[in-house]
């Protein structure tokens, strides 16, 4: 595994972050009619990771497992399973991320950034994961209700009681982030070191928008979807898999599966075939370089439903790409013209 500093921290993560957002699944359905998370599958890929020098794992509140956006019946379940897998670990071995913002409860103040609702949410994260603290405590997304100040000054009490270490952002603005850091910055508050963005080979606005700012602050980029939720394997090529996740999110046709994307990705897969690796280690080792060439921390957040996918994945790290071919897969990745966001 390689290493990397994160962001402006002392903090030491594995290259790759593992993530909890879809995690394997039994094929069984719950009595809502939701498929149920498959623990003994979901804890295999936590310890292959795990083996494979993974250390870092990215969750949320309000994270199901097999739902792209969890109802109330269902929020807290990978948290709750998540907790009962690494009691197995030591928890100092582990940097453990997750988030806070969206509705947990149907009553006011059942969700968003405000004091009560946070000093509510960590204390039941901390609960479901059965641990002490988080290393890293995103707010997920924006609040326009609540006073930055207000925010800030909360997460900051998280870490003076040694609840949180650090502080993160996730899908919020070019404008938010940078007031958000210029407040810390003139309080002398801990400000965030690490921004949450949905960031792939074909998707690449963000590069424009958000990460210029980590880049000015320092901050580390969690790069999320960083397979285009499966696009970048080349899955969608020929027959959909059953059970794949387009079967059960039909937000993800309407985006990506479209004659643009097929084509480049298929392309993408002919230049894979002649470096003699995946379409999913060619994009991910793109966005290992891009870090390099952008100057910036980037951790992908790999989403894992089957072991052999994670073997896959981290096999990027022995992909090298000259800057003639990070420019080919850029071109080619350019032709992918996409539907509406679906997450
Ligand atoms: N901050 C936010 O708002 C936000 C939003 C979304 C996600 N996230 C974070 O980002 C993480 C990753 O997101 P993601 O799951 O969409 O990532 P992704 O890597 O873009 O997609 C993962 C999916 O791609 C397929 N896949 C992965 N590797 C494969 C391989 N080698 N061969 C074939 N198929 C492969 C699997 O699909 P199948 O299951 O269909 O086989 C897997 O579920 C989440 O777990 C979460 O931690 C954060």
Redesign the pocket.
Known sequence: MKYVTFGPTGLTVSQF???????PGTGAKDRFGIEEVDKEAFAKVVKRAYDLGINFI???NR?HGRM?TADLDHVGNTERILGQILKGYDRESLVIAT?VRGPMAPWPNGQGLSRKHIMWQIRESLRRLEVDYVDLY?I??EDPVTPKLETLRTLNNLIDRGFVRYIGE??HSAADAVEFMERARALDLEGFVSM???Y?LLERQKEFETIPVAKKCGMAV?A????????????YLGVT?K?????YEPGMAGQYLNTDVSSAVNTLKGIAGEKGC?I?QLALSWMIHKQEQLGITIV???????L???E??VGALDVKLSGDEMARLEEVAATAKMGKQS?
């Open positions: 972050c593992l993530g909890a957002w879809h995690v990215d969750g949320a994270y792209s988030k995103q997920h997304w996730s899908n949450q963005e949905p792939n969690m999320y979807v960083p397979l285009a939720q499966g696009v970048l394997t080349g899955k898999e059970g794949s996740r387009a079967t995946t999913a992908p957040i790999l989403g894992i439903t089957k052999s996918h994670l896959d994945n997450y």
